[in-house]
């Protein structure tokens, strides 16, 4: 059973950072590209990051390009974001997905709120 639970989210000011977190399971986590969405309210979900499997290969939404900062930990199965000079458009529900075997997985999400 795939599973992608999402933690690091939270309320931060204006030009502060944070560090997404996506533990995965249940699927051969090496071998597959994982992205992160956010959506924000009333607007519809968006693409923010993708990562290869090997992690060789990244891709950014052109509103985040130089701030923030996909990487993986093949041995820990995990996926972070690394969001620097937070924005308050920033603000989102933040979720970790991936597909695997003919499916679209997605994680709970996790809140990010910047304002001061």
């Known amino acids: 059973q795939v599973q992608l639970v999402e933690s690091g989210g939270g309320l931060v000011q204006p030009g502060g950072s944070l560090r997404l977190s996506c533990a995965a399971s249940g699927f051969t986590f090496s071998g597959v590209t994982m992205r992160w969405y956010r959506q924000a309210p009333g607007k519809e979900r968006e693409l923010v990051a993708s990562?290869?499997?090997?992690?060789?290969?990244?891709n950014y939404a052109d509103s985040v390009k130089g701030r923030f900062t996909i990487s993986r930990d093949n041995d820990n199965n995990t996926v972070y974001l690394q969001m620097n000079s937070l924005k308050p458009e920033d603000t989102a529900v933040y979720y970790c997905?991936?597909?695997?075997?003919?499916?679209?997985?997605w994680g709970q999400g996790t809140q990010v709120t910047v304002s001061s």
């Open positions: 990562i290869s499997s090997t992690g060789g290969g990244t």
């Open positions: 997905m991936t597909y695997y075997r003919l499916y679209n997985h």
